[in-house]
């Protein structure tokens, strides 16, 4: 059984960067595909980056493209969301989401690709 947990969260100013990280157990990072997901207040929930088995990488190009970058450290069994020029628009709680499977890149933008869900560490950007 895969578990994932958050961490990182906080109150920040515009601006700022944060590191969110997630700590998988029950597998090893590097056998999942790995994800993260946003849902800000009053919003559905949005894909914001999503790491494949192999390493590609994929982005939300409209939003946090060129800001956010997903990673990962097989010895710390841990994925990362390292996001800078943080903006009040990314206040949301933040997910990290995994699948066992392969997904091709176009569904790792769909949440019901992944299997299982983390529960979430709030993000509030606020000067």
């Known amino acids: 059984q895969v578990q994932l947990v958050e961490s990182g969260g906080g109150l920040v100013r515009p601006g700022d960067s944060l590191k969110l990280s997630c700590v998988v157990s029950g597998r090893t990072v590097n056998t999942l595909a790995m994800a993260w997901f946003r849902q800000g207040p009053g919003k559905e929930r949005e894909f914001v980056a999503a790491m494949k088995k192999s390493g590609g990488s994929s982005y939300n190009g409209g939003s946090v493209k060129g800001r956010f970058t997903i990673s990962r450290d097989i010895g710390k069994n841990t994925a990362y969301l390292r996001m800078n020029s943080l903006e009040p628009e990314d206040t949301a709680v933040y997910y990290c989401?995994?699948?066992?499977?392969?997904?091709?890149?176009?569904?790792?933008?769909?949440?019901?690709?992944?299997?299982?869900w983390g529960q979430g560490t709030q993000v509030t950007v606020s000067s």
């Open positions: 989401a995994a699948d066992s499977g392969n997904p091709i890149t176009s569904s790792l933008r769909s949440a019901s690709t992944f299997e299982y």
